[in-house]
Structure formats: C-alpha cells, structure tokens
C-alpha cells in the first residue's frame, strides 16, 4: 500500500483501489485514514463492495452528495464505525451495507423520511447495527 501513497494522495482511489485483494480492503481503507487522507473523499458517485470491510481505524464518514450508491458489504464489520451522514441523492444501500457495525448509532440523512423510504434497501443492508435514521427535512 505504502507503493501507492502517492496515487491515492492525488486523487486516485479507483485505481489503487482495484489492485487490492478483496480481502485486504479494509486495510487499504485503514491505511488511507492513518496517513491523513480524508477518507470522505476516496469515492465520487458510490461506494464498492468491501470498500471499508471491517476497518478498525473508521470512526465517522459523511459520503459526499454526488454517492448514489453504496454497494453490498461496503461497510460490513467496522466495529469502530459511530456515525455516517449519507445525502438525499443516494438510490441505494446494498445488502449486508452495515451487517455488523455493532457501534453504528447515528445515520444521518439530509432528505425526508418519503426520500428515505423510496431508496433500495438490500437485504440484512443494517443487520446488527443499533442505529436509528436521524432526518434533516
């Protein structure tokens, strides 16, 4: 990871992104945090899968509005996750999204409950997750 420091500094995630073994995602994920790279900004229009698979260091994220998705497993098991903000222009939460994000307490979303209630919700997509959705309109 420590090769592509400099790619993901300037911008390019999809590109280091797509080099890394699924399985080490969350470590890719972690590594960008602990060197100061502002994780909110690592993906434009969606979220992969596996994007912060049980990351460890992941505490808080406010998704940028131009996500519109946010793929299957993408923040599956990080422990340490306590708050997203997501915006009123994302379509759809994969199944499994925040399976096990045992710490996850506030979802907050900047659209009425109707945005929220329309937007593709996959299955178990906040299994084990505590939080409630908090609604800015």
């Given at each position: 990871?420590?090769?592509?420091?400099?790619?993901?500094?300037?911008?390019?995630?999809?590109?280091?992104?797509?080099?890394?073994?699924?399985?080490?995602?969350?470590?890719?994920?972690?590594?960008?945090?602990?060197?100061?790279?502002?994780?909110?900004?690592?993906?434009?229009?969606?979220?992969?899968?596996?994007?912060?698979?049980?990351?460890?260091?992941?505490?808080?994220?406010?998704?940028?509005?131009?996500?519109?998705?946010?793929?299957?497993?993408?923040?599956?098991?990080?422990?340490?996750?306590?708050?997203?903000?997501?915006?009123?222009?994302?379509?759809?939460?994969?199944?499994?999204?925040?399976?096990?994000?045992?710490?996850?307490?506030?979802?907050?979303?900047?659209?009425?409950?109707?945005?929220?209630?329309?937007?593709?919700?996959?299955v178990y997509w906040n299994d084990g997750c505590p939080a409630k959705v908090t609604f800015l309109r």
């Amino acid at each position: 990871l420590q090769k592509n420091k400099e790619d993901i500094e300037k911008g390019k995630w999809e590109k280091v992104y797509e080099t890394i073994p699924a399985d080490e995602r969350g470590q890719f994920s972690d590594f960008v945090i602990q060197n100061g790279i502002d994780p909110n900004k690592m993906f434009k229009t969606y979220v992969p899968a596996l994007a912060y698979y049980a990351s460890e260091e992941l505490e808080s994220i406010e998704l940028p509005k131009t996500v519109t998705k946010i793929d299957d497993r993408s923040f599956k098991m990080c422990k340490s996750l306590v708050s997203i903000n997501l915006s009123n222009s994302l379509k759809y939460i994969g199944p499994c999204a925040f399976d096990g994000c045992t710490s996850l307490l506030y979802i907050t979303y900047d659209g009425t409950q109707s945005e929220w209630d329309s937007i593709y919700k996959g299955v178990y997509w906040n299994d084990g997750c505590p939080a409630k959705v908090t609604f800015l309109r």
